[in-house]
């Protein structure tokens, strides 16, 4: 069983930064992060593999937000940038038993609680 703690949410004005963090309580192979808005459907934002070499991104995201991780520390971040209104919902991270980047939410066992990310000026 894995255990995994978001942090780093919060208020930003459009145009600005944040980096999420996801804490993990033991070894992860394939992480996400994926996103809910009120309303809407969860939604794949990014991937990372066990060796953070291979990443992807949903291209709503991609130039924008960065995946990356420290396997020493059992930890995956989100560095998002440029930050829009349409940012806005809970992010959460999820770990995954595979050893390739996926992006469905039905391949990952395990959940965070979610952070809030809410742009607005």
């Known amino acids: 069983q894995v255990q995994l703690v978001e942090s780093g949410g919060g208020l930003v004005q459009p145009g600005g930064s944040l980096r999420l963090s996801c804490a993990a309580s033991?070894?992860?192979?394939?992480m996400g992060w994926f996103r809910q808005a009120p309303g809407k459907e969860r939604e794949f934002v990014a991937t990372?593999?066990?060796?953070?070499?291979?990443?992807d991104y949903a291209d709503s995201v991609r130039g924008r937000f960065t995946i990356s991780r420290d396997n020493a520390k059992d930890t995956v971040y989100l560095q998002m940038t440029s930050l829009k209104p349409e940012d806005t919902a809970v992010y959460y991270c999820a770990a995954a038993s595979t050893a390739t980047v996926v992006t469905t939410p039905g391949t990952y066992h395990y959940w965070g609680q979610g952070t809030q990310v809410t742009v607005s000026s």
């Open positions: 990372i593999n066990w060796s953070g070499e291979t990443t």
């Open positions: 033991g070894r992860t192979f394939t």
